[in-house]
């Protein structure tokens, strides 16, 4: 584990000394807060962003608040809709908000044709308008962001490296080779609460193991892969978002 942190320490280390514009992107998951933390003690001032959605559960929402605070991390967040969250007004945290009309007329196309939402009927699309569109914005006038992916979250991210350079714009992850277990190991050792979700359990013994929009983020057990929670009934099922497949500029 010391080794994965040295040389997580480096890659990022690397990235910052040789890349003038980067960032950090945090979805304040697990992995995201271990990324953040380590980011946090090479650069002290390394930007912070988020790309939210308005089908964030409320703990997520509630959770950023917390840490960005605790952690004094001045998060810029993204999100596609009309007007800020309650909550992240009332906390004074600093969100840029993204034209959510081509969201509202595509939900409606989809509602009016098979009767259902667009996260039901057209995830891809949802995820579109909703993370990848808004995470290009984010990383627009960056040059690398750093990520909290990990190759043992998925099978499509199996064959992901540390270092991915995409039009133009270059990806670090840091912890692509960190487990579930030593994710989780880290938060407890530094104090770093984890958000609240990922404390619930079923009786069954599944339970919350990757976040993100609370109507396509379902409990697995722990013999599944983590993202295999995330899609559920769909043909996007343990599946990604797009923004780490594809171009973002």
Known sequence: MQHKLGHAKDLIRNAVNDIKNIAVACSFGKDSMITVHIARQVDSDIPIFSVMTPFKPKETFEYLVKMDREMNLNTTI????????????????????????????????????????????????????????????????????????????????????EVESKGGLIKINPILSFTESEVLKYLRDNSIPLHPWYEMSLPDGRRYRSLGCAPCTKPVLDSQLEREGRWQNTNKCGGECGIHTQRLK
């Open 78 to 161: 993204y999100v596609v809709t009309d007007e800020v969250p309650d909550i992240l007004e009332a906390n004074g945290i600093n969100v840029k908000l993204l034209s959510n009309q081509e969201f509202i007329a595509a939900s409606a196309k989809v509602r009016n044709e098979t009767g259902k939402e667009i996260y039901e009927a057209n995830p891809d699309e949802c995820c579109r308008l909703l993370k990848v569109e808004p995470t290009k914005e984010a990383v627009a006038g960056l040059d690398a962001w750093i990520c909290g992916l990990r190759n043992t979250e998925g099978k499509i991210r199996e064959n992901y490296e």
